[in-house]
């Protein structure tokens, strides 16, 4: 005798309730922003660097955000990640609007919620490394748990390190110092600002090797800005932007297809080459 179909969808509701909720994980936007535009001055001499941008950020993803030099890029992250106020649209960080916080909320959602990596690495000269990649936890008078900042400090090569200052560290050392310190607070997503514009080729690798553990091994979401397109072909997404706007939006990419995109982002009027299936 065939089963009814009451009795069929009975028999699959385990099954299709487990997708469903590995489907809302695995898609879940950690970073989102609604009808994004900034504008800089007023009048003739106004300047657009955002224009109506909507974007999702995945949790536990890496995403890159490219583009030409003006295509507002930088305007974005620091939108996104509560440094500036955007002049029109909305972002929630974790489920958190954080365009209408007061200023002590932000700064405390910025501290409890966000991990930055910045091209000057902006370390505290007279701090050592250890007193370094605490400092958030410190400011936030919270203790560090000792086994995640353990696996912290051996994730990133620090252990023989730990009592150098700035300094007496090369600018690979400092880079790995200032990734430990974005970690260490288990941050909801970590901002990577042209993390390896200062370095050279190798220990740039070596710093983007450890952002790719990050999310593949502790979950990390990261947002990377990068003019480079070695480094963005590590991420799992990349998003171009042009003008202001979201002109491009791929899942991950080879160098070359990503250098050619930005080429032809470069071109005016150009009309820009999709690379489809792309495998690094």
Do not use: C
């Amino acid at each position: 005798m065939q089963p009814t179909i009451t009795e069929e969808r009975e028999r699959l509701a385990p099954s299709i309730a487990e997708l469903e909720r590995v489907f809302a994980t695995e898609t879940r936007a950690v970073v989102a922003a609604r009808g994004l535009t900034r504008t800089y001055g007023k009048g003739d001499a106004s300047v657009h660097a955002l224009r109506h941008v909507d974007i999702d950020i995945t949790e536990g993803k890496l995403t890159a955000i490219m583009g030409p030099s003006g295509s507002g890029k930088s305007t974005l992250m620091h939108i996104l990640a509560g440094l500036d106020q955007p002049t029109g649209g909305r972002v929630s960080i974790d489920g958190v609007e954080i365009t209408r916080l007061k200023e002590k909320k932000l700064t405390q959602l910025r501290r409890d919620k966000i991990g930055f990596i910045f091209q000057s690495f902006n370390l505290l000269a007279t701090l050592t490394a250890d007193e370094n990649i605490v400092l958030p936890l410190s400011l936030a008078r919270r203790k560090a748990d000792a086994a995640w900042r353990r696996s912290v400090i051996e994730a990133v090569g620090l252990q023989d390190r730990l009592t150098h200052r700035p300094a007496e560290l090369s600018g690979g050392q400092q880079q790995r110092v200032a990734v430990a310190r974005a970690l260490i607070t288990r941050p909801a997503v970590l901002f990577a600002d042209e993390p390896t514009g200062n370095l050279d080729s190798r220990t740039g690798g070596e710093v983007l090797d450890l952002l790719r553990r990050s999310v593949d091994e502790f979950g990390q979401t990261v947002i990377m800005v990068t003019h480079d397109a070695g480094a963005a072909s590590i991420a799992d997404r990349i998003v171009f932007l042009k003008d202001g706007r979201i002109e491009l939006d791929e899942d991950r990419m080879t160098r070359d297809d990503i250098y050619d995109t930005i080429k032809n982002l470069e071109t005016p009027a150009a009309t820009v080459r999709v690379a489809v299936g792309a495998e690094r």
